[in-house]
């Protein structure tokens, strides 16, 4: 029989909270992305575009919410999974509010959920972690759900 | 920039033009440096195999955004892109063609807004779905915001 991976302990730690994170937004930041995506869109770059679109200025794309640099603090966990390699297993996004150069987003990451499953290779552990954005006016801008699979 | 789509354009059931992607191995490093992900299965080969990998695959999280940015290409300047979930199911290698495609599954007029839910996924050469998804947007309707 194999041995239980989720304990009781683990398990109690579901609910905790990271620390705030702060990004600043830079306009280069959202540049880069852009290219990075090769996504030709002046909405996020063409500055004299934008100005007279929808937003009145540049904004984020919603894409730019999935990278590791919005993702924040990690939350702490007291225990430790017996695994080495991990794979991102995907996630949601909501998208509430424009972001654009100059806000300053404060991220909060808490540990959501956690169970296993049986894999080709054996047994994964699956991590779901929610995210909070908030801007500089404490609108809530975005909100994400990622799965992590440990195995 | 893309027409502006109407919700009166759109009927459930039809497909999304599809955006067509290749990610090489330079665009993985390059969003590795904008995202900020430096594991290196995405950008050195030895290390990417010594895991197990047949060679360097493309971020989870480009896939989702190429998915994003299959939406934002559609709905046009006007349209909003709400929500969007993205499974990794399968691994794409550096230099495969990656086709990202969608389809329309539900149209629906909710607290005003004009909603159209979709089926979303990234396509491989071999025609196998490596990321499934959906995505939620709202459009402008011809008969003027709501």
Not at chain 1, 71 to 98: C, I, M, N, Y
Not at chain 1, 121 to 129: P, S
């Amino acid at each position: 029989m194999a041995e239980q991976i989720i304990t009781d302990e683990i398990r109690a730690a579901i609910g905790m909270q990271s620390e705030p994170a702060v990004i600043e937004i830079e306009k280069g930041m959202i540049k880069k992305f852009a290219e990075a995506v090769e996504d030709p869109n002046p909405l996020w770059q063409d500055e004299e575009y934008a100005r007279n679109a929808r937003y009145g200025g540049i904004v984020a794309p919603p894409g730019f919410f999935m990278t590791v640099m919005m993702r924040g603090e990690r939350v702490e966990f007291p225990f430790q999974l017996p695994f080495t390699r991990v794979l991102d297993g995907g996630g949601e996004w909501e998208f509430l509010k424009p972001i654009r150069p100059g806000d300053v987003l404060t991220v909060v990451n808490r540990f959501a959920d956690i169970f296993e499953r049986e894999g080709r290779t054996g047994k994964m552990v699956f991590m779901v972690t929610e995210t909070t954005w908030r801007n500089q006016r404490n609108e809530v801008v975005a909100r994400g759900k990622s799965t992590l699979i440990n195995y | 920039m893309a027409k502006q789509l109407y919700y009166e354009d759109v009927e459930e059931g039809m497909e999304i033009p599809p955006l067509v992607k290749n990610p090489t191995t330079q665009q993985l490093v390059k969003w590795a440096g904008a995202s900020g992900d430096y594991y290196q299965i995405h950008y050195d080969k030895d290390f990417a195999q010594s895991t197990g990998l047949p060679g360097v695959i493309a971020h989870g999280r480009l896939k989702s955004s190429f998915l994003a940015q299959l939406m934002t290409d559609w709905i046009g300047e006007g349209g909003t892109l709400k929500k969007i979930s993205v499974q990794h199911r399968g691994m794409d290698l550096a230099g495969e063609q990656m086709t990202c495609k969608g389809r329309v599954t539900r149209k629906y007029i909710e607290n005003g807004e004009h909603l159209v839910e979709c089926e979303i996924w990234t396509e491989n050469p071999r025609g196998e779905k490596t990321a499934p998804g959906s995505a939620i947007v709202s459009l402008l309707s011809r008969g003027g915001k709501s």
